[in-house]
């Protein structure tokens, strides 16, 4: 592929959700598979559910966004392969965007303590209990879906890497 020097890149808008968004994601991925570890230190889970929170809303705003803007063009010689690809990758980030923090939402609101933004308000609770089959149903697949996002996060951020080192196009540099 050829080298741009000058590549089309996203609006400053898209540009910050998606990187507010990926640090949000980062920390809660993190706190997410490893918050049993960091108990002894601090309670992460209530962060967490919060950050999920915030995920959800930002990537509402992300999703509408994506609706009503045009993204930029990929460079002519980007294969028909690596669009695809990129496609669906992006159809599964929003995806999970969108189903973590749900299917967090719904087996936390079981719980006995209130769902809380970083201690300045309280967020909605929904109505179901800890009997119900959709709790742990969510609670099941909130962790699978984990597990699936932080691949896919290891596989975009690879692809942006090959993208940017091997290929040397402007792919990264379009997020930037």
């Known amino acids: 592929m050829a080298t741009i020097a000058d590549p089309v890149r996203y609006n400053a808008l898209a ?42 809303l930002l990537s509402l705003v992300r999703l509408g966004w994506r609706l009503r803007w ?32 749900i299917t967090g939402w719904i087996f936390a609101s079981a719980g006995k303590w209130p769902l809380s933004i970083y201690g300045l308000f309280d ?18 697949l909130h962790e699978v879906l984990g597990f699936a996002f932080a691949g896919l996060v290891v596989l975009h951020v690879g692809a942006a890497l090959y993208h940017h080192v091997a290929l040397k196009d402007a792919t990264l540099r379009r997020m930037l």
């Open 70 to 101: 045009r993204t930029p063009d990929y460079p002519v010689d980007f294969k028909p392969a690596f669009r695809k690809f990129a496609a669906a990758t992006h159809g599964l980030f929003y995806i999970l965007m969108l189903a973590l923090p």
């Open 15 to 56: 540009r910050t959700l998606h990187w507010v968004i990926a640090a949000l994601i980062i920390f809660n991925l993190t706190t997410g598979l490893f918050g049993e570890g960091f108990e002894k230190i601090w309670a992460s889970m209530p962060a967490h559910k919060a950050t999920g929170f915030m995920i959800l």
């Open 123 to 140: 967020w909605p609770k929904l109505g179901v209990t800890k009997d119900m089959a959709i709790v742990g149903a969510s609670h099941e």
